[in-house]
């Protein structure tokens, strides 16, 4: 299979795990291979609400069986959608484009950015990814490249709350040296002549390693970017529709208001797609300058699959699970961290954990290897787990959002099993 995939996909495809697996089924937060064997899924974000959820998929089989086509005729889906979703935030926030990815959510928020500052400049942190457009793929400082950045383009060091620098004490300190590299990237863009047009960053820098930050800290940076003319840009593909167990979206928990949000990943439960939710007078800025036809973008389709995940999150009480859930593993997690000396910093915020793989005695060098072999024993085991940030040893665990205690003591009788292995 391996073999065929090369030929027909090309090469350069990579798959998880040594051993890779290959699943047929999905139901709630299992996965079931070509063997029928099952495995715990404590890393897949997109199948939010559960596997092949049945109101999810009722309700794309139902509008499919009626009608698909695109934005050109009216339709009440994609208003009553609108609707729906716009009531979940801050009411600035009050407008939607959809799309059919969170690439081309984050592209068209580049374009907005562009509309209403007239800047181009854009600040994003040194560690990151926001989609595979040629315009966000430019942004994307976490994949090496030879040919170096754009020149409208200026990185600030992505938050780490555990590899702190010399002479730096906490979090505070840390996230002080970070708005000090805000406003020169911000002074920077600015001497060039680029201007400030936005700040892409995700809520809770999932990407670079969910580090936790101080109180505040969004807030001081958004405040320093309008300062400059520049607009904020919440990227919620990872952290939105409760994922953090303490409200809808990323950036309430983290305690600002955006300018624009985008959004992927769970929107849909699987089904593709994206959006941007903007305020008027952005959106306005956006529709008058530019001209915006996405063909499968907001179809009727894919708007009765997102109204079906809102209320799936409702019904089934997703929000308060993943925070009950997940302090649960997180506590469960912290206990194992003082049995085995390689695992340590724990940190992150509802369903969406881990803990940093170190050297014992050194805790803060990271071991890629043993972390990349535990991962592989976990999926050995059944449980199906991942790794993130800088260093690529740190435990990405981020499962559906039904995820229960249970399922929990599962992953962590699993978990103690493979650990003592190593
Ligand atoms: N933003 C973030 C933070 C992401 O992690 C990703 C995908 N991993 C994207 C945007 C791009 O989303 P998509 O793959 O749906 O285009």
Redesign the pocket.
């Known amino acids: 299979m391996m073999a065929r995939r090369e030929r027909l996909l090309g090469p350069n495809n990579p798959t998880f795990y040594d051993d890779p697996v290959h699943f047929v089924r999905g139901e709630g937060v299992w996965l079931f291979d070509a063997d029928g064997r099952r495995y715990l899924d404590a890393y897949n974000n997109v199948p939010h609400v559960g596997h092949c959820h049945p109101h999810v998929v009722e309700a794309i089989s139902r509008q499919a069986g009626l009608l698909n086509t695109h934005s050109r005729y009216l339709h009440d889906n994609v208003l009553d959608y609108a609707e729906r979703l716009t009531a979940t935030f801050h009411r600035s926030l009050s407008t939607v484009l959809l799309t059919?990815?969170?690439?081309?959510?984050?592209d068209v928020a580049l374009r907005m950015a562009r509309a209403i500052t007239g800047k181009h400049g854009v600040i994003v942190t040194d560690f990151?990814?926001?989609?595979?457009?040629s315009a966000?793929m430019e942004l994307a400082t976490l994949i090496p490249r030879e040919d170096g950045f754009s020149t409208h383009l200026r990185t600030i060091p992505a938050p780490d709350s555990y590899h702190l620098e010399p002479g730096e004490k906490d979090e505070t300190d840390m996230a002080a040296r970070v708005l000090a590299h805000l406003d020169a990237a911000i002074s920077s863009l600015e001497e060039a002549g680029h201007g400030v047009s936005a700040i892409m960053l995700?809520p809770i820098f999932?990407?670079e390693g969910f580090p936790d930050l101080p109180p505040g800290f969004l807030d001081r940076v958004a405040k320093r970017v309008r300062k400059a003319g520049g607009v904020v840009i919440a990227?919620e593909?990872?952290p939105g529709f409760g994922r953090t167990g303490a409200a809808m979206w990323g950036h309430q928990y983290s305690g600002f208001t955006p300018d624009i949000v985008?959004m992927?990943?769970p929107m849909g439960n699987g089904h593709?797609i994206?959006g941007v939710v903007t305020t008027h007078d952005i959106m306005h800025a956006f529709r008058t300058k530019n001209v915006y036809f996405n063909t499968f973008g907001s179809n009727p389709v894919s708007c009765a699959a997102g109204l079906a995940v809102l209320d799936v999150i409702e019904n089934e009480n997703l929000i308060a699970n993943a925070a009950e859930v997940g302090a649960y593993a997180k506590e469960r997690l912290e206990k194992m961290a003082e049995k085995f000396g390689f695992l340590g910093d724990v940190r992150g915020a509802g369903l969406f954990f881990g803990a940093e793989i170190v050297h014992p005695g050194e805790q803060i060098t990271a071991d890629k290897k043993l972390a990349k072999k535990a991962v592989n024993l976990m999926r050995e085991n059944g449980v199906i787990m991942g790794l993130l940030g800088r260093k690529e040893n740190l435990f990405k665990i981020r499962p559906p959002m039904p995820f229960s205690k249970t399922n929990a003591d599962h992953l962590f009788e699993v978990m103690d099993h493979v650990l003592s292995r190593l």
């Open positions: 059919c990815t969170g690439s081309e959510a984050n990151t990814y926001h989609g595979n457009t966000v995700c999932a990407n990227d593909v990872q985008t992927g990943k593709p994206g």
